[in-house]
C-alpha cells in the first residue's frame, strides 16, 4: 500500500534566474501549459533553510549546479504572501489558504540551456527582463522581475 503523499509547506521560493544584460530564464508548467514562470518550490521540510530551498529547486527544475556554474544566489529580503490558487490547495494541509514566497536572484554569466523535468515544465525560454514580466501568469513573479534591474544594480561593484 503506497503511504500517502505529504502535504506541502506553506512557504516556498521565487528564485528569478538571470544573466548580467538582464536576460531572464522563464520555464512552462507542465500541469498548466501557457502558464510561465520562474523556478518556485516549497520547502521540504520546516527546517530547511530557504537559500538551501532555492539550491535544491534550480537543480531540480533546470539542472543548474548553482557552485559548479559560478552562479550567485542572493537573497532579496522580499517576500510574498498570497492566496493559493484554489485548484492547487489540495496539495496543502486542510484550512491552508496562504503561502509565503521568498524571492531570491541567481545571476548567471551567460544564458545557459537548462535539462527541464518534463513531469514539471514544458519549454524554457530566455527574455529581456521587461518580456519576462510581461509572460509571467504569477502577479508575485512578473513583481519579481520587474524588481531585478534594481537587485542587479546592488550586485554591482
Not at 498548466?32 to 529547486?57: C, F, I, N
Not at 544566489?73 to 492547487?88: M, T
Not at 496539495?91 to 536572484?105: D, I, K, L, S, W
Amino acid at each position: 500500500m503506497q503511504s500517502a503523499k505529504p502535504f506541502k509547506i506553506p512557504e516556498s521560493v521565487l528564485v528569478v534566474i538571470h544573466t548580467p544584460d538582464l536576460q531572464v530564464l522563464l520555464i512552462e508548467r507542465a500541469d498548466h501549459p501557457g502558464y510561465w514562470q520562474s523556478v518556485t518550490g516549497s520547502k521540504d521540510a520546516p527546517d530547511e533553510p530557504l537559500a538551501e530551498t532555492a539550491r535544491r529547486e534550480v537543480m531540480e527544475e533546470t539542472g543548474f549546479d548553482i557552485a559548479a556554474l559560478g552562479g550567485e544566489l542572493r537573497d532579496w529580503q522580499l517576500a510574498n504572501v498570497y492566496e493559493i490558487y484554489p485548484h492547487w490547495r489540495h496539495r496543502y494541509a486542510p484550512g491552508v489558504t496562504r503561502n509565503t514566497e521568498h524571492v531570491f536572484g541567481l545571476q548567471l554569466p551567460a544564458p545557459l540551456t537548462p535539462t527541464l523535468a518534463p513531469r514539471e515544465h514544458l519549454a524554457w525560454q530566455w527574455l529581456p527582463w521587461h518580456e519576462a514580466a510581461d509572460r509571467c501568469f504569477s502577479p508575485s513573479n512578473a513583481e519579481a522581475v520587474l524588481q531585478l534591474p534594481r537587485f542587479a544594480a546592488l550586485s554591482t561593484p
